[in-house]
């Protein structure tokens, strides 16, 4: 039987054990959070020769493009002044080809410079698997960009009068040939997003005022031999982490030009593919995303934890205020955020056509802009929503979907006549892309086992010393607490015969306690 005495030396090695555990535990976390966090950044840091570099500038992710366009199915009624009557087209899946060519480091090792190189490749097998009641030949029909982005011109004060004059000339002959579907414009789906011969564009390319002949929703940027020659730079995150793969400039320019506001012209934020690392410490910090179909940055806020293929990671959107009109945020009012919330005004960007972007299916934005159209659904966030999810330690994006919708203003008041009198105040939807992409299995085990898995050690050694340390210690105390609750228990005699049999087996216990 164990005595008092080997219970009370028990009860001080656990003690000095669990709180020896604890010190290691608690004192040990700091640095060896410290370690990992700097080893991280070294890690993510733009620097030739790394892993991560190479993976950076020429990424073995290529994001898809989910293209569709909403087809006028009513074009006789339209140009008679009817609601556009909209059915979705597609999708019609293109892979993007992106790189980073000739990419350097400045000599102090602060930015990177590279060139933009970008390509579409239709995917008809994953189109296939997508959708086969569409094809690239088929015929659709969109309100007549080219005609408008002319009655825009006319509206504009700059333009020369005798511009202007020969503006109209053609608009009387255009009409007269074109007759009832003046205000539509059909081809095929493909001639339509890459590319199709327009008189009314050629009438504005003759003026030097459009930079082709030919109509197109998309362009294809490798086609473009200027595409080659815009230098872009980023921050490196050498200087400071927090600007990791930020731009200093994009495409040659560090202003995008067309807003009416200095700040809403400065060019800033990543390409929305890195961030900077250890988000873990701050998720709700804002992300901002240079877009350049938006020519501007936008802020993505976080809204939900999140994972994908196994990895924890972080959901940030648009939050609302982004869009909204300067009623509701006058500091929108450098964007021309004069009309319906939920939308950005593209009309100064793309040469005084009006454009509009929204999210697909006006999400989230104004209900009025429901009113002179007629959609086939309804918008839908989870399908319509743009979103991106980080993973917290890299500040690396391992999944995300950009979903765009671009629309065209149509106005009454462009005082034209002839078929024109019957265009209406609406806001016609024209295309909608999905740009989205996700990480590999090869790299998503790459990521686990260079990195979290690192981590996650860390981790698991630091709670195990903890809670050892705290069952040390509480064995400790439940040992004393037992030999206070006995002595107080035995009578006097009862403690005298105990002191003597402790004294005859002395050595005996000793040697318990040792083992012990």
Same mark, same amino acid.
């Not at 917290?392 to 391992?398: E, K």
């Not at 210690?473 to 004393?480: D, K, P, T």
């Not at 002191?499 to 402790?502: D, I, L, T």
């Given at each position: 039987m164990v005595?008092? /005495?080997?219970?009370?030396?028990s009860?001080?090695?656990?003690?000095? %054990?669990?709180l020896?555990?604890?010190v290691?535990?608690?004192?040990?976390?700091?640095p060896?959070?410290?370690?990992i966090?700097?080893?991280i950044?070294? =890690?993510?840091?733009?620097?030739p020769?790394?892993?991560?570099?190479?993976t950076?500038t020429n990424?073995?992710i290529s994001?898809?493009?989910?293209i569709y366009i909403?087809?006028?199915t009513?074009? &006789?009624?339209f140009?008679n002044?009817?609601?556009?009557n909209?059915? %979705?087209?597609?999708?019609f899946?293109?892979? /993007?080809?992106?790189?980073?060519?000739?990419?350097?480091v400045?000599?102090?090792?602060s930015?990177?410079?590279y060139?933009?190189y970008?390509?579409?490749?239709f995917e008809a097998?994953?189109?296939?698997?997508?959708?086969?009641?569409?094809? @690239?030949?088929d015929?659709?029909?969109?309100?007549n960009?080219p %005609?408008?982005t002319? @009655? *825009?011109?006319?509206?504009?004060?700059?333009?020369?009068?005798?511009v202007k004059?020969?503006?109209?000339?053609?608009?009387?002959?255009?009409?007269?040939?074109?007759?009832?579907?003046?205000?539509?414009l059909?081809g095929?789906?493909?001639?339509?997003?890459?590319?199709?011969?327009d008189?009314?564009m050629?009438k504005l390319?003759?003026?030097?005022? !459009?930079p082709s002949?030919?109509? &197109?929703?998309?362009?294809?940027?490798?086609?473009d031999?200027a595409a080659?020659t815009?230098?872009t730079?980023?921050y490196?995150g050498h200087d400071?982490?927090?600007?990791l793969?930020?731009?200093?400039?994009?495409?040659?320019r560090?202003?995008?030009?067309?807003?009416?506001?200095h700040?809403?012209?400065?060019?800033?934020g990543?390409?929305?593919t890195?961030f900077?690392?250890l988000?873990?410490?701050?998720?709700t910090?804002?992300l901002?995303i240079y877009?350049e179909?938006?020519?501007?940055p936008?802020?993505?806020?976080?809204?939900?934890?999140?994972?994908?293929?196994?990895?924890?990671?972080?959901n940030?959107?648009i939050p609302?205020?982004?869009?909204?009109?300067?009623?509701?945020?006058?500091?929108?009012?450098?964007y021309y !955020?004069? /009309?319906?919330?939920?939308?950005?005004n593209l009309?100064k960007?793309?040469?005084?056509?009006?454009?509009y972007?929204? $999210?697909?299916?006006?999400?989230?934005?104004d209900?009025?802009?429901f009113?002179?159209?007629t959609?086939?659904?309804?918008?839908n966030?989870?399908?319509?929503?743009?979103?991106?999810?980080?993973e917290?330690?890299?500040?690396?994006?391992?999944d995300?979907? $950009?979903?765009?919708?671009?629309s065209?203003?149509?106005?009454?008041?462009?005082? &034209?006549?002839g078929?024109l $009198?019957?265009?209406?105040?609406?806001?016609?939807?024209v295309?909608?892309?999905d740009?989205?992409?996700?990480?590999?299995?090869d790299?998503t085990?790459?990521?686990?086992s260079?990195? @979290?898995s690192p981590?996650?050690a860390?981790?698991?050694?630091?709670?195990?010393?903890?809670?050892?340390g705290?069952?040390f210690?509480?064995? *400790?105390?439940?040992?004393?607490v037992?030999?206070t609750?006995?002595?107080?228990?035995?009578t006097p005699?009862d403690r =005298?015969?105990l002191?003597?049999?402790?004294d005859?087996?002395?050595?005996?216990n000793v040697?318990r306690c040792?083992?012990?």
């Open positions: 005595t008092q /005495k080997c219970q009370k030396v009860a001080v090695v656990f003690l000095v %054990l669990g020896v555990l604890l290691l535990a608690l004192a040990g976390k700091a060896l959070r410290n370690y966090d700097n080893m950044r070294n =890690q993510v840091r733009l620097t020769g790394t892993d991560t570099f190479d950076w990424p073995p994001p898809n493009d989910d909403f087809n006028i009513n074009p &006789a009624e140009n002044g009817a609601k556009p909209l059915q %979705l087209v597609g999708p899946v293109y892979r /993007k080809d992106e790189k980073k060519l000739d990419a350097n400045s000599g102090n090792l930015y990177v410079y060139y933009d970008e390509k579409y490749y097998n994953v189109t296939q698997d997508r959708q086969t009641k569409y094809n @690239l030949t015929t659709v029909f969109i309100p960009i %005609l408008i002319v @009655l *825009a011109q006319l509206n504009d004060v700059s333009l020369p009068t005798f004059k020969l503006l109209e000339e053609f608009i009387v002959t255009y009409e007269e040939s074109h007759g009832i579907l003046g205000l539509t059909n095929t789906v493909e001639g339509i997003l890459w590319g199709m011969p008189p009314i050629r390319y003759d003026l030097k005022l !459009a002949p030919n109509f &197109a929703l998309q362009t294809n940027g490798s086609s031999p080659l815009r230098d730079v980023v490196s400071n982490i927090s600007s793969g930020e731009y200093r400039k994009f495409h040659g560090n202003s995008s030009g067309c807003w009416g506001t700040a809403a012209n400065v060019i800033n990543t390409d929305g890195q900077e690392p988000l873990v410490y701050n998720k910090k804002r901002s877009t179909q938006l020519f501007r936008v802020d993505m806020e976080f809204s939900e934890d999140s994972s994908y293929n196994g990895i924890q990671c972080y940030y959107r609302d205020w982004a869009l909204q009109n300067v009623t509701f945020n006058p500091t929108n009012i450098g !955020a004069y /009309k319906y919330t939920g939308m950005l009309t960007c793309s040469s005084g056509v009006p454009l972007i929204t $999210k697909p299916y006006f999400l989230d934005a209900e009025r802009l009113d002179n159209v959609l086939d659904a309804k918008p966030s989870s399908i319509h929503d743009t979103y991106l999810c980080a917290p330690y890299t500040g690396v994006v391992i995300g979907h $950009k979903r765009i919708q671009v065209v203003e149509t106005q009454s008041q462009f005082n &034209a006549t078929i $009198k019957n265009l209406t105040d609406a806001f016609i939807p295309i909608y892309v740009e989205h992409g996700s990480i590999t299995d790299l085990s790459k990521l686990k260079s990195l @979290l981590i996650l860390t981790h698991v050694v630091f709670y195990l010393l903890l809670c050892l705290a069952i210690v509480l064995g *400790a105390i439940v040992i004393f037992r030999i609750i006995l002595h107080y228990n035995n005699e =005298q015969v002191v003597r049999n402790s005859d087996a002395s050595s005996e040697r040792s083992c012990i």
